[in-house]
C-alpha cells in the first residue's frame, strides 16, 4: 500500500480576533464566508506550547464559502485579552502577512467591498477588528457559482528571513514544486504602508500537480507567496505573543495519512510540535490536527477531518473514517454543506 500522505488543498487560515462573533458577521457580509463548519467554545489543551504554558479557553468558528477555496477559523481567546501586533507588519516581516482571496471579478469585488465601508487600499483590503489583510487575485478556478464574486483562501503571504532555504520546506512538505515567478524590488501591494516600499526577493509558489482528497473539488487550487526582506532585519508577527492572538495564527491543509504525513515530517527536518493524536472534537465537526514549523517558525496545520455536518437538525454527518479519503467527494455531497448557510 502507497505510505505516502495526500493534501487535498487549503481547508483554512487561522486568525485571530478580538470578537469571534463579530468577525463572522463581517467576514460573511464582505467575504461570503457563510457556511458555518463548527462552532464551538471550549479550552485549548493541545496549544500550551504556543500559549505560555498555559491551558486557554476560545471561542472558535470555521467558515466556508461555497464557491471554492479555503475557509477561515475565527479564533478568539475568551480567558484572556487577545494581544494584536504592536508594529505594522511589512513583506518580509516572519510569520502570516495576508490571507490570498480569489475573485472572479477583481473589480467588482473592490466596489462591493467599497460599498459597505471596508477599508481598503487595491489589492488589498483591511479587516476593521484586526487589521488583517486580504489581497485579492483574479482567478478561475471555482466550484460553484454565486451571487458573491470572491471565493475564499487560496493562499497567504509569508515573510521568511531566508528564500533559498525556505524553498524546500514548502517544496517537499507541502507540494509547492513550481516557482511563478522570482523578482527582487518593492511590494507594490503593500507599498502604501509606512515602510512597505522596501527591498525584498518574492517567490510565488504554486503545485504543478492537482491535489487529491475528499474536499479537493471544494478547496481548489493554491499558491503561496513567500517574501524575504533585503533592507532590513525582519520582525517576528508573533514575537512576545500567543498563538491565537490578533493576526493570522496558522496555515491549515486538510490531508489524508497523518502518520504517514508524521513520519514524512519528521524525516525532512520538521517534527510535529503539537499532535492530538486521535479524533479531536470541534462541536459538531471532528477529526486528527497537528502543527509543524516552517523554517521561521510559521505554523502550518494538518487536518485529517473525520466527521462533518451535512444537516444539523437532522443530525446527518458525513462520517470520512468510513470511505477512501484519497477519492474526491462527489459535487452533489459537498453542496449539500450550504444546507448550513447563515444568512
Known amino acids: 500500500m502507497d505510505s505516502t500522505p495526500t493534501i487535498a488543498g487549503i481547508q483554512q ?20 464566508m457563510d457556511i458555518p463548519i463548527f462552532e464551538e467554545a471550549a479550552e485549548a ?50 510569520g502570516i502577512h495576508a490571507a490570498i482571496i480569489k475573485s472572479s471579478d477583481v473589480r467588482a469585488t473592490f466596489d462591493h467591498l467599497l460599498s459597505r465601508g471596508a477599508p481598503l487600499a487595491s489589492p488589498v483590503v483591511r479587516d476593521p477588528g484586526g487589521g488583517n489583510l ?36 514548502y517544496r517537499e512538505i507541502l507540494g509547492y514544486d513550481e516557482i511563478r515567478y522570482d523578482r527582487e524590488g518593492a511590494f507594490d501591494d503593500f507599498a502604501h504602508l509606512p515602510g512597505g516600499d522596501g527591498a525584498c526577493r518574492r517567490v510565488l509558489l504554486t503545485h504543478s500537480k492537482p491535489r487529491v482528497g475528499a474536499f479537493s473539488a471544494l478547496l481548489g487550487k493554491s499558491e503561496l507567496e ?21 493576526g493570522f495564527i496558522h496555515l491549515c491543509f486538510d490531508i489524508n495519512g497523518q502518520d504517514d504525513m508524521r513520519e514524512k515530517c519528521a524525516a525532512l527536518g520538521h517534527p510535529y510540535t503539537t499532535d492530538s493524536r486521535s ?13 509543524i514549523e516552517d523554517p521561521d517558525h510559521t505554523l502550518i496545520e494538518f487536518v485529517e ?25 462527489p459535487r452533489w455531497m459537498l453542496k449539500t454543506l450550504s444546507f448550513s448557510r447563515v444568512k
Open 279 to 291: 479524533s479531536f472534537d470541534m462541536g459538531d465537526a471532528a477529526g486528527h490536527f497537528s502543527y
Open 305 to 329: 477531518t473525520h466527521r462533518i455536518p451535512i444537516i444539523r437538525k437532522l443530525g446527518w454527518f458525513l462520517d470520512l473514517r468510513r470511505r477512501d479519503r484519497t477519492r474526491p467527494l
Open 226 to 246: 513567500l517574501v524575504q526582506a533585503l533592507d532590513r532585519k525582519p520582525r517576528k508577527v508573533y514575537h512576545d505573543r500567543y498563538w491565537g492572538d490578533c
Open 13 to 32: 487560515i487561522g486568525i485571530g480576533v478580538p470578537d469571534a462573533p463579530k468577525a463572522f458577521a463581517w467576514y460573511r457580509e464582505h467575504f461570503g
Open 45 to 94: 489543551p493541545y496549544m500550551t506550547r504556543y500559549t505560555g504554558g498555559k491551558v486557554h479557553s476560545r471561542h472558535a468558528i470555521l467558515a466556508l464559502n461555497m464557491r471554492g477555496g479555503g475557509g477561515f477559523e475565527i479564533w478568539q481567546f475568551t480567558s484572556r485579552q487577545p494581544s494584536p501586533c504592536g508594529f505594522e507588519i511589512l513583506p518580509g516581516d516572519l
Open 134 to 169: 486580504f489581497r485579492i487575485v483574479p482567478s478561475d478556478d471555482w466550484f460553484s457559482d454565486g451571487a458573491c464574486t470572491t471565493g475564499g483562501v487560496c493562499g497567504s503571504v509569508i515573510g521568511v528571513t531566508d528564500m533559498d532555504a525556505s524553498l524546500p520546506f
